[in-house]
């Protein structure tokens, strides 16, 4: 822990920790668990989930282990699994075991059958809408299903046939026998068990009844011995059944402790695993890691660093109360984090020629770079100057206003590294675009020369035309255009959609310093932004994605 994290008060997980250890609960140990339903991949809520998990464990001395909540066989798939566990081990973390809900099936059916006999559960053979039909409101009591008071021996009789897979999906239910007057819904005789004929992705075939959450969690926290178990506000109302159940199965003193807080949302964002699951199916996005994805593996691929998400999370904190980020608050921190590690690159989006007519054909000069101007330990490189170079399209202006300190006939301005330029003219094709632009170079102004401190307002980037090299960037925008697309109801999701949240550049020229760029290397392409190596690259087809620009809307909002 940094002195800083030291410091800072308590959260009030930690805080109830802290109490729980002073009293002596659970011998001392403290034991979390991250629980995913593998039905899909990690998004960046989930990652604010991880590191309260893993982050108390490590904090307190404790352990937490993985589990996947693999109830539902419909949707779930080792694919899902695979990654889940590949995003977590990115995030920085590292789980003591890995857990299964489904290595409690057996345990779970012989506690419910344990149920059945002791009269606190029963197989109603009423249809899903007959049964919310009875459940009541908050304010009026529900009505008992007629097979409320089925004997024991018949519900035994019943719940073990549903399993040999006698009786088709929905036929039956397995409920618990609690209380249809109870002001908590979830105690009016909730779902244990219902019947799925699918196979599961680690039991196969073996069941087919298969445990509902409010039936698996609760007593998978107290088979493995978690001590507390984190999870997201809309659960508050769930606990009185968790510690129903766990009161029934436990023996001792040791129970786990269900403890919520609020959710992750980020502005322009949609967080839903099934929201994203769409996305994906529909090929509204290039799959689970498309850039634009909220998802771990697609910040990853955008470019974004695990240091990055976990001090955005850090920032964000936990409390008990639901609200949305400004995903601005995001970018800050990967910018943040960049600044102080990404190497400075030059690269030319939208290229035009720069000619410097009184350079010497054929004459190339190796100009330094600095690496990091934040961090001058890494160094650095070199870049080639030429009489040819490109230079970005708007950077230079024909008729310019005043306070355009670029690139217009009779100003000067710096070219970064190298010398202070004056621009001279301009040549256009037949349909007037501009297809050349043309300087002169000052050579008594490169960098590091005494002269060189005369004052210019411009500085620009460029690089050689000879030596540099193409490259694709791809730049991303927001996908959704509305700042909480979640409560946009009467909408269809898809008016929603950014339809330009994906540009690709596909004539950039970039230094040849990158020619030795790896995957998801980072770079600050100067006056541009952040940029990382995308893997669809190949030897001599460079792509790069623009993480985040260099303007930082958070910074303005906070300095308001
Ligand atoms: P989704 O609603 O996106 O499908 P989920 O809750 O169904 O997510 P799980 O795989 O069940 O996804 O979640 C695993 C853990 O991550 C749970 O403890 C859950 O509370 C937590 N979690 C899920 N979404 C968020 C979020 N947006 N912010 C914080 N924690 C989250
Ligand atoms: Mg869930």
Same mark, same amino acid.
């Given at each position: 822990?940094?002195?800083?994290?030291?410091?800072?008060?308590?959260?009030?997980?930690?805080?109830?920790?802290?109490?729980?250890?002073?009293?002596?609960?659970?011998?001392?140990?403290?034991?979390?668990?991250?629980?995913?339903?593998?039905?899909?991949?990690?998004?960046?809520?989930?990652?604010?989930?991880?590191?309260?998990?893993?982050?108390?464990?490590?904090?307190?001395?404790?352990?937490?282990?993985?589990?996947?909540?693999?109830?539902?066989?419909?949707?779930?798939?080792?694919?899902?699994?695979?990654?889940?566990?590949?995003?977590?081990?990115?995030?920085?973390?590292?789980?003591?075991?890995?857990?299964?809900?489904?290595?409690?099936?057996?345990?779970?059916?012989?506690?419910?059958?344990?149920?059945?006999?002791?009269?606190?559960? @029963?197989?109603?053979?009423?249809?899903?809408?007959?049964?919310?039909?009875?459940?009541?409101?908050?304010?009026?009591?529900?009505?008992?299903?007629?097979?409320?008071?089925?004997?024991?021996?018949?519900?035994?009789?019943?719940?073990?046939?549903?399993?040999?897979?006698?009786?088709?999906?929905?036929?039956?239910? $397995?409920?618990?026998?609690?209380?249809?007057?109870?002001?908590?819904?979830?105690?009016?005789?909730?779902?244990?068990?219902?019947?799925?004929?699918?196979?599961?992705?680690?039991?196969?075939?073996?069941?087919?009844?298969?445990?509902?959450?409010?039936?698996?969690?609760?007593? !998978?926290?107290?088979?493995?011995?978690?001590?507390?178990?984190?999870?997201?506000?809309?659960?508050?109302?769930?606990?009185?059944?968790? *510690?129903?159940?766990?009161?029934?199965?436990?023996?001792?003193?040791?129970?786990?402790?269900?403890?919520?807080?609020?959710?992750?949302?980020?502005?322009?964002?949609?967080?839903?695993?099934?929201?994203?699951?769409?996305?994906?199916?529909?090929?509204?996005?290039?799959?689970?890691?498309?850039?634009?994805?909220?998802?771990?593996?697609?910040?990853?691929?955008?470019?974004?660093?695990?240091?990055?998400?976990?001090?955005?999370?850090?920032?964000?904190?936990?409390?008990?109360?639901?609200?949305?980020?400004?995903?601005?608050?995001?970018?800050? !921190?990967?910018?943040?984090? $960049?600044?102080?590690?990404?190497?400075?690159?030059?690269?030319?989006? *939208?290229?035009?020629?720069?000619?410097?007519?009184?350079?010497?054909?054929?004459?190339?000069?190796?100009?330094?770079?600095?690496?990091?101007?934040?961090?001058? !330990?890494?160094?650095?490189?070199?870049?080639?100057?030429?009489?040819?170079?490109?230079?970005?399209?708007?950077?230079?202006?024909?008729?310019?206003?005043?306070?355009?300190?670029?690139?217009?006939?009779?100003?000067?301005?710096?070219?970064?590294?190298?010398?202070?330029?004056?621009?001279?003219?301009?040549?256009?094709?037949?349909?007037?675009?501009?297809?050349?632009?043309?300087?002169?170079?000052?050579?008594?102004?490169?960098?590091?020369?005494?002269?060189?401190?005369?004052?210019?307002?411009?500085?620009?980037?460029?690089?050689?035309?000879?030596?540099?090299?193409?490259?694709?960037?791809?730049?991303?925008?927001? $996908?959704?255009?509305?700042?909480?697309?979640?409560e946009e109801k009467e909408k269809d999701f898809h008016e929603l959609l950014n339809p330009d949240s994906l540009t690709i550049l596909k004539n950039c020229r970039v230094?040849?310093?990158?020619?030795?760029?790896?995957? @998801?290397?980072?770079?600050?392409?100067?006056?541009?932004?952040?940029?990382?190596?995308?893997?669809?690259?190949?030897?001599?087809?460079?792509?790069?994605?623009?993480?985040?620009?260099?303007?930082?809307?958070?910074?303005?909002?906070?300095?308001?």
């Amino acid at each position: 822990m940094t002195e800083e994290e030291g410091k800072k008060s308590l959260n009030f997980i930690e805080a109830i920790v802290e109490k729980d250890l002073a009293e002596g609960k659970n011998d001392g140990r403290i034991q979390t668990r991250f629980p995913p339903e593998p039905n899909g991949y990690l998004h960046i809520g989930h990652a604010k989930a991880i590191c309260l998990d893993f982050g108390i464990a490590d904090q307190y001395k404790g352990i937490c282990n993985l589990r996947f909540d693999d109830t539902n066989p419909v949707k779930e798939d080792v694919e899902y699994v695979d990654s889940i566990k590949e995003d977590i081990q990115w995030l920085g973390f590292q789980w003591n075991e890995i857990y299964y809900a489904s290595d409690y099936f057996r345990q779970l059916y012989d506690f419910a059958v344990q149920l059945i006999k002791e009269g606190k559960a @029963y197989i109603d053979e009423q249809s899903a809408e007959v049964i919310a039909q009875q459940k009541g409101t908050p304010t009026q009591p529900g009505t008992n299903s007629p097979y409320r008071d089925r004997p024991v021996e018949e519900n035994l009789d019943l719940f073990e046939r549903m399993n040999k897979g006698e009786f088709e999906e929905g036929r039956m239910t $397995l409920r618990a026998k609690i209380d249809m007057a109870s002001p908590n819904m979830h105690f009016r005789d909730p779902i244990m068990y219902r019947i799925i004929h699918h196979s599961h992705h680690r039991t196969g075939t073996e069941w087919k009844v298969y445990p509902m959450y409010d039936f698996a969690h609760g007593q !998978s926290d107290y088979f493995e011995g978690v001590t507390h178990s984190l999870c997201t506000l809309e659960f508050e109302v769930h606990r009185p059944l968790y *510690d129903y159940y766990v009161d029934l199965l436990a023996t001792g003193e040791y129970r786990p402790r269900q403890i919520e807080f609020n959710r992750l949302n980020l502005t322009y964002t949609v967080m839903s695993k099934r929201k994203l699951l769409q996305l994906v199916k529909e090929g509204l996005v290039n799959g689970w890691d498309d850039p634009r994805m909220p998802t771990i593996c697609g910040y990853r691929r955008r470019g974004f660093t695990p240091e990055s998400i976990r001090n955005f999370i850090n920032k964000v904190g936990y409390t008990k109360y639901d609200g949305i980020i400004d995903v601005a608050l995001l970018e800050h !921190s990967i910018r943040e984090d $960049l600044n102080m590690r990404a190497p400075r690159v030059s690269a030319v989006l *939208d290229p035009v020629k720069l000619i410097i007519t009184n350079y010497p054909e054929g004459q190339v000069e190796m100009m330094e770079a600095i690496n990091n101007p934040e961090d001058l !330990s890494a160094g650095s490189h070199e870049i080639a100057f030429t009489r040819e170079l490109f230079i970005e399209r708007d950077d230079f202006m024909e008729d310019a206003p005043k306070k355009f300190f670029r690139m217009t006939p009779g100003r000067e301005v710096r070219l970064k590294n190298a010398y202070i330029v004056k621009c001279t003219g301009v040549k256009k094709n037949d349909a007037g675009e501009i297809v050349e632009t043309y300087a002169e170079y000052d050579p008594l102004t490169r960098t590091g020369m005494p002269e060189s401190n005369r004052k210019v307002k411009g500085t620009l980037h460029w690089v050689s035309a000879e030596h540099s090299l193409p490259a694709e960037v791809r730049l991303y925008d927001r $996908l959704f255009m509305v700042e909480n697309p979640s409560e946009e109801k009467e909408k269809d999701f898809h008016e929603l959609l950014n339809p330009d949240s994906l540009t690709i550049l596909k004539n950039c020229r970039v230094e040849m310093e990158l020619q030795q760029a790896k995957p @998801y290397d980072h770079f600050q392409f100067q006056r541009l932004g952040y940029f990382n190596l995308d893997p669809d690259s190949t030897e001599g087809h460079l792509v790069f994605n623009r993480t985040v620009s260099l303007k930082d809307s958070w910074s303005k909002v906070k300095d308001k």
